[in-house]
T-cell receptor
Framework: GQSLEQPSEVTAVEGAIVQINCTYQ??????LSWYQQHDGGAPTFLSY????GLEETGRFSSFLSRSDSYGYLLLQELQMKDSASYFC???????????FGKGTRLHILP | DAGITQSPRYKITETGRQVTLMCHQT?????MFWYRQDLGHGLRLIYY???????DKGEVPDGYVVSRSKTENFPLTLESATRSQTSVYFC??????????FGPGTRLTVL
């Protein structure tokens, strides 16, 4: 079956860099997506990696390695507003279903 | 205004009642999705639709019914609500790529 694994919590300091990993087991998928969700809010799209490699969008970057079944979200110059939960997601190639990881809660210390 | 909306935002109902959650998007996205979010489970896909009149089950479809007669609307019905269906429900829309746009959510409580 398909599954996505993320750390449940990560803590970092304001101004620092943090990496949130996502490992997955699936027979094939279209690409890896990342979403941010603040408490009480809806998930918002951050990035999508269709191909292996690094995608950069401002302070956020996302990486995918299909051969290693691994991806990560990199957040630079952390700000207090980055305190949120971050979810990785894949769309299965065979049945087109979308699977989300259980999310990583990012705590930022001043 | 363009976007994706859900109604109601909050709903309290009783066990056994039928409840319909509405979702409307103005982007003409072909794909629409319903998720539920519970502590410890993250986001779980209930149903999705690739186009009008095409729907398919997700990870947790039991107890739910969907329809999509128009591209912009994707209602979710709980035929006979149970306490285990107390949750936050998110509707989303998107293209075939990995990018989805989520509605604000409906917080449903079943007593």
């Amino acid at each position: 079956g398909q599954s996505l694994e993320q750390p449940s919590e990560v803590t970092a300091v304001e101004g620092a860099i943090v990496q949130i990993n996502c490992t997955y087991q699936t027979s094939g998928f279209y690409g890896l997506s990342w979403y941010q969700q603040h408490d009480g809010g809806a998930p918002t799209f951050l990035s999508y990696n269709a191909l292996d490699g690094l995608e950069e969008t401002g302070r956020f970057s996302s990486f995918l390695s299909r051969s290693d079944s691994y991806g990560y979200l990199l957040l630079q110059e952390l700000q207090m507003k980055d305190s949120a939960s971050y979810f990785c997601a894949v769309r299965d190639l065979k049945d087109d279903k979308i699977i989300f990881g259980k999310g990583t809660r990012l705590h930022i210390l001043p | 205004d363009a976007g994706i909306t859900q109604s109601p935002r909050y709903k309290i109902t009783e066990t056994g009642r039928q409840v319909t959650l509405m979702c409307h998007q103005t982007w003409s996205h072909s794909y629409m999705f319903w998720y539920r979010q519970d502590l410890g489970h993250g986001l779980r896909l209930i149903y999705y639709s690739a186009a009008a009149d095409i729907t398919d089950k997700g990870e947790v479809p039991d107890g739910y019914v969907v329809s999509r007669s128009k591209t912009e609307n994707f209602p979710l019905t709980l035929e006979s609500a149970t306490r285990s269906q107390t949750s936050v429900y998110f509707c989303a829309s998107g293209r075939r790529s990995g990018e989805q746009f989520f509605g604000p959510g409906t917080r449903l409580t079943v007593l």
